[in-house]
């Protein structure tokens, strides 16, 4: 399985596609840590979200609990408290860090509202870089504001040596939005697809880079097709293979539902007793049923995984199109 912490709704940035910021949550309201023990070991990847969790001021003992939870901790940041991050990698070198921008400085500063933000946040990952972190890198979520700095973007990070991950703008009580759309759907459908076909002559020097950036461009077929309005290739586990944890300690299915799929609640239960109740099946029931559509990381990926064939043959296909000097399909 795979997890998502949610550990605060309250954020510094002021971001246009997602008004979490505007809905905060209290301090006191948040979760204890200790209740994070309750969360079982050996999953396969676990992330520390928000909001900003660097505003958390017991965050390094969020981190020093859930990193014995699994051998793949990461963190989502929009590195403006770049020292905190740094403190804490310093501590827990692999970790895995991302850090959320919204193209280069010109439009990341003003999408996000942060002064300085794009500058703090690459200051971030070059430190990172110098003390020997591996696993780090750019998160970026692609709408019609940003897509014309998706492909300079992902040159930077080639050229740095860093992963960069990325999205699409999606509606869900998560993000306060349900009328998110695609400024400019034709600028950004050609970013779209000249993106996949890049990641699939990824020119990055090693070899597990560009595998993964193969199957990267999967994953953004999917995001193109979830702005198309068109349905998931692969089927949905949220609430099977992926579960979140919001700010109060609940149990949550998945982050892109118009209201929370709460499945229980870890200040008073246990997650055993809380993933095997009546309430979780009938949440997995409705996850099944759901057309909403969603394409995101947190609940994209753990499909892929369990489903290989689909992906892997869409990637074989799409490079045999490119040697064959064809387009690829999305």
Known sequence: MECAVITTYRCNARCGMCHTWKYPTEPAEEFEPAILEKLPAGMQRLNITGGEPMLREDIREIVRILDRKTNRLEVSTNGFFYDKVLDIAGDYPGICIRVSVEG??????????????????????LRLKQMGVRD??????????????????????????????????????YFHKEDNMIANPAEFETAMVDFMRQLLTSPRARMSRRIKDWFRAYINAGLLNHARGEQRSIACGAGTDTFFVDPWGRVLA????????????????????????????SIRKHVRECRRGCWMTGTAVPAMRRRPVRPLLWVLMNKMRIMQGRQICA
């Open 104 to 125: 280069l400085p010109y439009r990341n500063n003003r999408l996000r509202g942060l002064q300085d933000g794009f500058g703090r946040a690459l200051r971030l990952l």
């Open 136 to 173: 780090i890198g750019f998160a970026m979520t692609i709408s019609g504001e940003n897509c014309a700095d998706l492909m300079d973007l992902y040159h930077l990070a080639a050229l740095m040596d860093v992963e960069l991950a990325n999205a699409v703008v999606h509606n869900s009580f």
């Open 254 to 281: 998945c982050n892109g539902s118009s209201m929370p799929l709460v499945m229980g609640d870890l200040k008073t239960h246990g997650f055993d007793e809380i993933w095997h109740c009546k309430r979780a099946e």
